[in-house]
């Protein structure tokens, strides 16, 4: 499956973006779907995971709150609302997807859970 993210960009500080994720394929609803992001100088970070079956989700403390990951699997996309931005939200934002039974929290916040990757959106947060 290819995943293109789109919707990145800048915002003022307390204001809201929209992050899309366009995937391939006629199986998207059978993949769990995530958001990880990367700040310069630091490692990629799990921000949230909506889960293939059900649709439950599941989000880091730091944006718990404040972001909120969805799905449409008809349209094979998978959204991520943030409001309340903080310039520490800065970063690319990836989605990520999988189509392995992941059966605890702990495993989804892992990337080396998700085989298949976008290439990153930019969001930059000013103060």
């Known amino acids: 499956v290819q995943l293109v993210e789109s919707g990145g960009g800048l915002v003022q500080a307390g204001g809201s973006l929209r992050l899309s994720c366009a995937a391939s394929?006629?199986?998207?609803?059978?993949?769990?779907m995530g958001w990880f992001r990367q700040a310069p100088g630091k490692e990629r970070e799990f921000v949230a995971v909506?889960?293939?079956?059900?649709?439950?989700?599941y989000y880091s403390d730091s944006v718990k709150g404040r972001f909120t990951i969805s799905r449409d699997n008809a349209k094979n996309t998978v959204y991520l609302q943030m409001n309340s931005l903080k310039p520490e939200d800065t970063a690319v934002y990836y989605c990520?997807?999988?189509?392995?039974?992941?059966?605890?929290?702990?495993?989804?916040?892992?990337?080396?859970?998700?085989?298949?990757w976008g290439q990153g959106t930019q969001v930059t947060v000013s103060s």
């Open positions: 394929g006629r199986t998207f609803s059978s993949y769990t």
């Open positions: 909506i889960f293939r079956s059900g649709g439950s989700t």
């Open positions: 990520a997807a999988d189509r392995s039974t992941i059966g605890h929290i702990t495993t989804a916040q892992a990337m080396s859970t998700y085989a298949y």
